[in-house]
Nanobody, 126 residues
């Protein structure tokens, strides 16, 4: 059974940084395509970042604008999201997600992901 567990969320002031981590267990980590999404009570789950199973291709949501960076460590079965220059509007629950098969195109829709973590809260104060 594939399981994902996020950590690293917390409260930070605007302009600060956080690094989220997500450990994936129960499968062959190097086979997974991985993504980060976020959600607030007012919005649907929003695409944040994606990294290819081999790590050579990454994609980001339009709002990221160079502030976030996704990375993976196949030795640690972990995917990271480094978030810099945080804004109050980045406040959300952040989820990591995985696809165990080759996606069609760049998977920016939540429905394309098979496995999800429970999320970690990020709160950015003005």
């Amino acid at each position: 059974q594939v399981q994902l567990a996020e950590s690293g969320g917390g409260s930070v002031q605007a302009g600060g940084s956080l690094r989220l981590s997500c450990v994936v267990s129960g499968g062959i980590f190097s086979h997974f395509h991985l993504g980060w999404f976020r959600q607030t009570p007012e919005k649907v789950r929003e695409f944040v970042a994606y990294i290819h199973q081999e790590g050579e291709y990454r994609a980001y949501g339009d709002f990221v604008k160079g502030r976030f960076s996704i990375a993976r460590d196949n030795d640690k079965n972990t995917v990271y999201l480094q978030m810099n220059s945080l804004k109050p509007e980045d406040t959300a629950v952040y989820f990591c997600a995985a696809i165990g098969r080759s996606p069609v195109g760049v998977p920016k829709s939540a429905g394309q992901y098979e496995y999800w973590g429970l999320g970690t809260q990020v709160t950015v104060s003005a």
